[in-house]
């Protein structure tokens, strides 16, 4: 699978990891897009009003050009992560550090990329590691999820020259909404307010993916606390987040680590 292909096309079981995961399809284009936050409360599955996936794209690009804050790797990986915690956040699957993805629920979750996302796994039967997955989602995550926005509204797609190649990039139609998921985060930190578990979720991966600087010094900075006493919060309380969620987190940094460090050799 590249990046330039359309959704609607067919994997033809590339091999990720050194393993073959078996053949999976490339999500269908969703049909119907769904608006609004993803809202949880302690005991219950979320609904959807914001997506982490979307929350997490605006946060990793620049919210005037759209371009990103991150390497395209860790960009990638990032919200390849995103996409399976929105999963999560549905109450569709659970991921385990030694065992991988099991799904927890196969009904459709309201949003049609999310259900795309997790047909796949649910072909899968559970074959394919986490990490795998993760690498797997991330050849074509930037495209699926700025798609998505467009389809909703909240960006639009310009062709921008990089490196000798034109590329897609997904610009804001409102600047102050882009910004705002890590203004929200910046916010409750500051003012020790809880956050949500999806909140919670987008700050871990801020975190993951060293985004940390961008967050708490340029998008949203504060004079009430330093960017160190905000990530120190920050920290302590992503340890109250769900073992799934955490287990998608550190496998999410180790995968952005492992990438950095093969790009290098």
Not at 93 to 104: L, R
Not at 109 to 127: C, E, K, M, T
Not at 196 to 221: K, M, N, Y
Request: net charge neutral.
């Amino acid at each position: 699978m590249t990046s330039g292909r359309n959704p609607a096309d067919r994997d033809r079981g590339t091999p990720l990891g050194g393993r073959h995961p078996g053949r999976h399809p490339t999500p269908a284009p969703p049909r119907a897009a769904t608006t609004g936050p993803i809202r949880q409360t302690d005991d219950a599955p979320a609904t959807v009003d914001t997506l982490l996936a979307d929350d997490f794209f605006f946060t990793a690009h620049d919210d005037v050009s759209g371009r990103p804050r991150l390497s395209p790797g860790a960009t990638r990986l990032g919200l390849a992560g995103a996409l399976l915690g929105e999963l999560v956040l549905f109450g569709r699957i659970t991921v385990a550090e030694s065992e991988g993805i099991a799904v927890h629920d196969d009904r459709p979750p309201p949003d049609a990329l999310a259900h795309a996302v997790l047909d796949q796994i649910v072909r899968d039967g559970g074959s394919t590691s986490l990490r795998d997955w993760l690498v797997f989602l991330s050849r074509t995550s930037y495209e699926w999820i700025g798609q998505r926005l467009e389809r909703t509204g909240q960006a639009l797609a310009t062709s921008a020259r990089r490196l000798l190649r034109r590329t897609t990039v997904y610009v804001p139609v409102d600047a102050n909404a882009a910004v705002w998921p890590a203004v929200r985060i910046t916010n409750a930190l500051r003012r020790d307010l809880r956050l949500s578990t999806p909140d919670l979720a987008l700050g871990g991966l801020v975190v993951a993916t060293g985004l940390e600087r961008a967050v708490f010094q340029d998008i949203a900075p504060t004079v009430t606390r330093s960017p160190h006493q905000l990530l120190t919060g920050l920290h302590q309380l992503l340890t109250n987040l769900p073992p799934p969620l955490r287990a998608l987190l550190v496998e999410t940094e180790a995968a952005i680590g492992d990438a950095v460090l093969t790009h290098r050799s």
